[in-house]
């Protein structure tokens, strides 16, 4: 890599996925964020974006926005834990989403965190009510229809 080349440290997180070719199923590796690489720089230094691999750097306007340590360091752990690790839809808790898997396939509502745990809470508007259930956070996708 060259930014490695140039001594910058550089962290690509990839997972492993089963593919399919005409005659057998293969695992490959494949980047957990496609189109970004993690790297540790000083912004004082000259720009990194001189790089020719480098397109651009993530941040507000033309400042870097740094990636917090502990981010990368649940990556990197999740990583190493030996469990399968693949990449999942953005989801914050506010966000409408629909349930797609399983006995409550269909049902929309608002994602919310009780102690520790995603709830998916649907409301009656009329009666000024609302419930909510437990589920499995790769149950569930966000859903731009949902009002």
């Known amino acids: 890599m060259q ?5 910058y440290e550089v962290f690509l997180p990839q997972y492993r996925k ?5 005659d057998r199923r293969i695992e490959v590796e ?3 964020f ?3 690489l993690f790297c540790r720089f000083d912004s004082k230094l000259p720009p990194i ?11 507000r306007g033309r400042e870097p926005e740094p990636i917090p340590e502990r981010e990368i360091a649940n990556v990197r752990s999740m990583l190493q834990s030996g469990f399968m690790v693949e990449p999942h839809p953005y989801l914050r808790v506010g966000d409408k989403v629909v349930i797609v898997k399983g006995p ?4 929309e509502g608002l994602l919310v965190a009780k102690k520790g745990k995603l ?13 909510s259930v437990e589920f499995d956070s790769e ?5 731009f229809e949902y009002n």
């Open 3 to 7: 930014l490695e080349g140039r001594g």
């Open 139 to 143: 149950a569930v996708r966000q859903n």
């Open 104 to 107: 409550l396939s269909g049902v």
């Open 18 to 22: 089963e593919t399919y070719r005409s």
């Open 34 to 36: 496609p189109g970004y």
């Open 119 to 131: 709830r998916v809470v649907v409301s009656v508007n009329v009666l000024q009510r609302s419930v």
């Open 30 to 32: 494949c980047p957990l």
């Open 49 to 59: 974006v001189a790089v020719s691999t480098v397109v651009s750097i993530v941040g």
